[in-house]
């Protein structure tokens, strides 16, 4: 499932675009690209980071588990 904001900001483009602001809309669809890329590494990296048993990430949680206790 794709994140809220990624979302929101390709949905905008459009909207942006009709109004005659294509640079903006341009680069919110560039930043929500951004986005789903950074969230893809983060996840590829928790996944690592599980299953590499390190002295120095034992006391790390993944981004994921502290996002939810906010």
Do not use: F
Not at 8 to 20: I, P, Q
Not at 32 to 59: C, F, K, M, W
């Amino acid at each position: 499932m794709k994140a809220a904001l990624p979302t929101a900001l390709r949905e905008s483009c459009g909207y942006l675009e009709d109004e005659g602001w294509h640079e903006t809309a341009r680069l919110m669809a560039l930043a929500a690209g951004e986005i789903d890329r950074l969230t893809e590494r983060v996840r590829e990296l928790e996944t690592a980071s599980l299953r590499t048993p390190d002295a120095s990430n034992q006391n790390v949680a993944p981004l994921a588990a502290v996002s939810r206790r906010r």
